[in-house]
């Protein structure tokens, strides 16, 4: 059984036959067909082979000049919140408070006299004026009606008074009685505004999860923690993995869950994982260390540059971290955090260092731990990384979004921001490497990501598209620590898990020109991928999990 949620034996088997392609497989670079048989890929070759195995018991599906390619991982999203963001006040085009209230008492009148004013996406960074409303200014856009308003990293939000005095923020860390909230008022503050019926919570799922499809997603690896979210919410998610392959049912993509709540021991763990009563791959994901960049609440051992004297925040000590990691190791099973400041990074890699000492480095390393974001590394930090054998689970829409010149992260950090998120470091020194979107942070668009490793704003840490699909894929699944060694590939005997993408080009995609020219030629056999230079994503034509179609483009059988 994979981690996924595989289907069961008792679907019918189905046998197609995809021709007229390109398909992206190890196997034979130049293929551009490919069979499915059930849920297994049977074979992979050319056109020409292709019309002596077709029959009339095939659906024969024309690919018409159409890249075949294995389905993308997220290795971290949040599969409600996603479908809050999709569905609730969109903000990231806003620029001032002015323009957030204007939409704040749009959505209210809209709503009527119940319930609350849900939005995602703000980022005062953009703003011509930085200036925040105020509690009571959200309180009258809203006529009264609670709000909620996540800043687009979501480790921050606007609440309304009504919100405050309904979720108890007086005296909480992070409230200091205007509407930004952080710290322990987010969390506080989040969950009541989460508070809805298990109705609504699986139309939120579900419309994650058919956004997930749509683009070529075929498992997602749910964050799940208690300051996001309930157990409820996270069995919910998995569930899924077993809910989609019921007869009729148009399937989705699998889930793979996590749960960042802090272990103090092996039995403690136990006794955790035991209360979920859903099975999980780790105690991971969103346990923070620390918050963001965009909130100021990233641990950092120096000041903000706006913000003298301020250096963000450690929600765990080195100690606690440490027992932590210690306790999942002595399991077996994946411990990790969510790191983004240089200090909670420290925090991190000297809690595995006391870890190691306790349980010895080659448990710690066979657990095969996992760290999340990890913007701010250095020389020191990448050798200590590849020690143990973690994980770096990243975002490269994040230097997309706030990289560069005159952006977030030069704003927050100054010249310090030019060593964010540096990819081609982790993996010139050997440390595991897996992408996701942290969606809804950033949209699920894996091409987007793709193209943002190739363009990253520091020449320096840019990627081949090669490698960064790589790391959108079958690495997803490594860093899952799924046991069958073919997910995430195209070739006979693997799972049939893929995408299908209308493309205009295909081509080999290299960070910079020192790299060997060979590597482009196609007598290097080197299998192509969509030329990502035009700015524009290929359109996403059908997605597979593991046999079974879970989108379908319109187009794909006109």
Not at 64 to 69: D, K, Q
Not at 347 to 375: C, I, K, P, W
Request: proline fraction near 5%; charged fraction near 20%.
């Amino acid at each position: 059984m994979t981690h996924s949620g595989a289907p069961s034996d008792n679907r019918p088997r189905k046998v197609t036959m995809y021709r007229n392609g390109s398909v992206y497989t190890a196997a034979d670079p130049f293929a551009s067909a490919m069979l499915v048989d059930g849920d297994t890929v049977a074979w992979v070759g050319s056109e020409q082979a292709a019309t002596s195995i077709a029959d009339s018991s095939m659906e024969v599906i024309d690919l018409r000049g159409a890249l075949l390619a294995p389905g993308f991982v997220d290795s971290h999203m949040h599969l409600t919140e996603t479908g809050i963001a999709s569905d609730s006040l969109q903000l990231a085009g806003v620029r001032s408070a002015r323009e957030l209230l204007d939409a704040v008492a749009l959505a209210a009148r809209a709503l009527g006299t119940t319930g609350a004013v849900l939005g995602h996406g703000w980022d005062d960074s953009l703003w011509h004026e930085k200036t925040l409303p105020a509690p009571e200014e959200l309180d009258r856009a809203a006529g009264g009606l609670k709000v909620y308003l996540a800043r687009v990293d979501a480790h921050s939000a606007l609440a309304s008074s009504s919100l405050a005095s309904a979720a108890g923020l007086d005296g909480l860390d992070g409230y200091d009685g205007s509407a930004h909230v952080l710290r322990a008022a987010h969390t506080a503050a989040r969950l009541v505004a989460r508070q809805f019926p298990d109705t609504e919570r699986r139309r939120y799922q579900e419309l994650a999860l058919r956004e997930a499809a749509a683009n070529g997603y075929v498992a997602l690896a749910e964050m799940a923690a208690p300051h996001i979210c309930s157990v409820d919410d996270l069995r919910m998610s998995a569930s899924w993995n077993s809910a989609s392959w019921n007869e009729g049912s148009a399937g989705v993509p699998g889930i793979l869950p996590y749960w960042g709540e802090l272990a103090t021991s092996a039995e403690h763990a136990a006794a955790i994982l035991e209360g979920l009563g859903v099975p999980v791959l780790g105690l991971a994901g969103d346990l923070n260390i620390d918050g963001s960049i965009g909130s100021r609440t990233a641990a950092l051992s120096e000041d903000y540059a706006d913000a003298p004297g301020h250096r963000g925040s450690l929600y765990v000590s080195v100690d606690d971290a440490a027992r932590h990691i210690a306790a999942c190791s002595a399991l077996g099973i994946q411990a990790g955090f969510h790191v983004i400041g240089d200090a909670g990074l420290k925090t991190a890699l000297d809690a595995f260092d006391l870890a190691a000492s306790e349980v010895g480095e080659q448990r710690v390393r066979a657990a095969a731990h996992r760290l999340e974001h990890v913007e701010m590394a250095d020389a020191g930090d990448f050798a200590r990384l590849a020690k143990y054998s973690i994980t770096v689970s990243a975002q490269p829409a994040f230097d997309a979004a706030w990289g560069g010149a005159g952006k977030l992260y030069e704003q927050r950090l100054g010249a310090r921001s030019m060593a964010m998120n540096p990819f081609a470091s982790y993996y010139s020194t050997g440390v595991p490497v897996c992408f996701g979107s942290d969606s809804p942070v950033t949209p699920l668009r894996p091409w987007s990501s793709v193209r943002a490793c190739l363009e990253h704003s520091n020449p320096d840490q840019r990627i081949s598209a090669r490698a960064a699909f790589l790391g959108h894929t079958r690495a997803g699944w490594r860093a899952g620590k799924e046991r069958n060694p073919l997910m995430g590939q195209l070739v006979p005997g693997a799972p049939a898990s893929f995408a299908v993408w209308e493309v205009e080009e295909l081509m080999v995609q290299v960070a910079d020109g020192r790299v060997q020219s060979w590597s482009t030629d196609p007598r290097a056999r080197t299998p192509l991928l969509p030329a990502l230079d035009s700015g524009s994503d290929p359109a996403c034509l059908q997605t597979v999990r593991e046999g079974q179609e879970i989108f379908a483009s319109e187009t794909l059988r006109s």
